[in-house]
């Protein structure tokens, strides 16, 4: 327990301390974390053989990210990325493949070896691109969409070659010993050091392991439409927040291990998931659940690698590592860059698309792991790809500097298409869709306006389903659950939750988090309309207030006054209310009863006795065949 403590203490500290230090020198959260790791590990020692074991563990951010990635695209927009995930993805992985592969070759190493070094260099980091292309506000982009899409190609793409390289082994592979001898490896040892644990294909033919696997990606696609939403259903009753978190986790954990029990990719599997979930009335509550475990994860992940990079190994062989780093970026580069002219994106776009995804990816450690352990792969030649790996991530957040100013020197303005998005969003939120909140959001969607509708009474939202209007399960109090559902990017917030201390706490936080947030309100009662003034509400609608005002109208127009002098009359009396309601609000103080206080009852008084004088002065200008008393 100690040691835990100490390590645990050891990794937040460095993370706390060289993070924001990062983040405030522009050189962002990534560089960092792995700033953090070589202080922490090479640099004092005060982490060692635990590293790898952290890592394997910090690797489930990864997974992690795929599934809350997975529930951004709905299926229909994974379907229109279709042609660049073929298309684009698949010329990169291709040609990246091929290309490494010939240098390789050209290097004195076997085909086999060669084809497996190709695989290993034709992916990207997903944890590093994605991390800093949404720091930096670039995933709308035209160059960060095609980055994705590369980037979810390359993830789908581990799978066949996980499949592939144990077909790569090569028996002549062989290492030293100290007195000159040959050591060969026991093949059959590595490769069952590789299979270890539970598997539920292991002995079976080849069409047996196709069967079971399709089966459990059909059944994970099945429970993810049908049996999630009752699962959760049954949470919302136990009202017990945490249990929320909990099922979360084992939605995602779950996953990961069924998909490994089958030999799958456990972030292919639970991206897979995240996608039969994206129409899930419970999408922004797994999101916000699940977001600051990622986020943890993650960053343990890139301390782990500077913790773990051999610096006596780099230190001797540094300009060999640095060298062949930078020479598969380069050769990567230009791959992309041509595809990026391919593709027909623009200049900042493409140097976006091609500075992103040079470098090697977390998905290498992996494969070179597994390389070595299967024989497709020698130690040796394992340990020093596993440097020139960490070595390229190590430089990526250096090459988005370069982007940035490769950017400011182009001077182009951003393009965003709203056409295309990763993360399609309303830009309306209505926080709460009661029978107020239902008129709101029919009147904005009829107009042709998409909303995003959040409510924490999950009947109410299965009900708006049942009728085709789409709505989501959330916490309204909680504020990763608003910004989950797209506040940062939102135009308008309409506040008409019930609670007045929730609505006045969500508009307090809004107004904070976005200061140019155009907010409207509903409020119960006059209090309650200085309270969401005080808030930051920009528009307050008391609940009451139009109907009423109509009922009035009514009742005059039933009295014999017109149409349209009824409609003055209910016209002025509501401008006059408004301007009321604005000076009082100013006099209210918090925490004082109206009636204790003197100066609002003064106002308050005078007001009413201007509102009777403006309204006998328009009846008195209305036609007397109209006027109330020529009726009777």
């Not at 290097?107 to 497996?116: D, E, R, V």
Request: charged share 20%.
């Amino acid at each position: 327990m100690d040691d835990f403590l100490f390590n645990a203490s050891v990794f937040l500290m460095a993370a706390v301390i060289a993070v924001p230090i990062a983040s405030r020198l522009g050189l962002g959260s990534v560089l960092g974390y792995l700033a953090a790791g070589l202080i922490i590990g090479p640099g004092l020692g005060l982490v060692g053989g635990e590293v790898e074991d952290l890592r394997h563990f910090a690797e489930f951010g990864v997974v992690m990210m795929l599934f809350l990635i997975g529930l951004e695209l709905e299926p229909r927009a994974l379907w229109d990325m279709r042609d660049r995930l073929i298309g684009l993805g698949g010329l990169q992985i291709g040609l990246t493949l091929l290309a490494i592969a010939g240098f390789a070759l050209m290097l004195g190493q076997t085909w086999q070896t060669s084809l497996a070094i190709g695989m290993i260099f034709a992916l990207s980091s997903t944890a590093i691109v994605l991390q800093t292309l949404t720091e930096k506000g670039l995933m709308q982009t035209a160059g960060g969409r095609a980055s994705f899409s590369v980037l979810l190609t390359q993830d789908i793409a581990v799978i066949p070659m996980l499949a592939l390289l144990p077909l790569l082994a090569v028996p002549a592979v062989m290492s030293f010993a100290p007195d000159g001898s040959v050591v060969r490896p026991d093949t059959e040892a590595h490769i069952e050091d590789a299979h270890h644990g539970l598997s539920l294909v292991e002995g079976l033919p080849g069409w047996g392991v196709t069967l079971v696997t399709i089966g459990v990606i059909l059944g994970v696609i099945l429970a993810g439409r049908y049996l999630i939403g009752p699962i959760f259903r049954f949470i919302y009753h136990t009202r017990l927040r945490e249990m929320y978190v909990a099922i979360a986790l084992l939605i995602v954990i779950g996953i990961a291990f069924l998909m490994t029990l089958v030999g799958l990719s456990p972030a292919l599997g639970t991206f897979l998931a995240g996608v039969v979930l994206a129409n899930s009335e419970f999408r922004h509550e797994m999101e916000a659940n699940l977001e600051p475990f990622k986020g943890l994860l993650l960053g343990l992940f890139f301390i782990t690698v500077g913790a773990g990079i051999n610096v006596g190994r780099l230190a001797d062989d540094l300009g060999t590592i640095l060298g062949l780093a930078l020479a598969i970026m380069a050769l990567k580069g230009v791959i992309l860059f041509g595809l990026a002219l391919l593709f027909g994106l623009r200049r900042r776009d493409r140097w976006l698309f091609t500075l992103g995804l040079a470098q090697a990816g977390e998905f290498g450690f992996v494969l070179i792991s597994f390389a070595t352990q299967t024989n497709a792969l020698g130690d040796a030649l394992g340990s020093l790809l596993l440097l020139v790996v960490a070595m390229s991530m190590l430089l990526t957040p250096l090459f988005f500097i370069v982007y940035e100013l490769v950017s400011r020197r182009l001077g182009e303005p951003v393009e965003i298409s709203e056409s295309d998005t990763v993360a399609p969003r309303g830009r309306i939120i209505v926080a709460g869709i009661g029978r107020f909140g239902q008129v709101v959001n029919r009147m904005v969607q009829m107009a042709g306006y998409e909303t995003t509708v959040l409510d924490n009474n999950i009947n109410t939202i299965r009900l708006m389903r049942r009728f085709g209007f789409k709505g989501y399960f959330g916490d309204l109090t909680r504020t990763d659950v608003l910004h989950a559902a797209g506040l940062d990017d939102a135009s308008i917030l309409v506040v008409t939750m019930d609670g007045k201390a929730d609505a006045i706490k969500l508009v307090e936080y809004a107004r904070k988090a976005r200061p140019d947030l155009f907010i409207v309100a509903r409020a119960h009662d006059r209090v309650h309309v200085y309270e969401l003034y005080r808030a930051g509400a920009d528009k307050i609608v008391r609940e009451m207030f139009d109907s009423s005002l109509r009922a009035g109208r009514y009742v005059l127009e039933g009295m014999g006054m017109s149409d349209f002098d009824a409609s003055e009359l209910e016209r002025t009396f509501y401008q006059l209310d408004r301007a009321a309601m604005r000076e009082l609000a100013e006099l209210w103080v918090p925490g004082v009863p109206v009636e204790e206080n003197a100066a609002y009852l003064e106002r308050a008084h005078q007001l009413n006795r201007d509102l009777e004088t403006a309204l006998v002065r328009e009846l008195d200008d209305a036609p007397e065949d109209d006027h109330p008393r020529a009726a009777e």
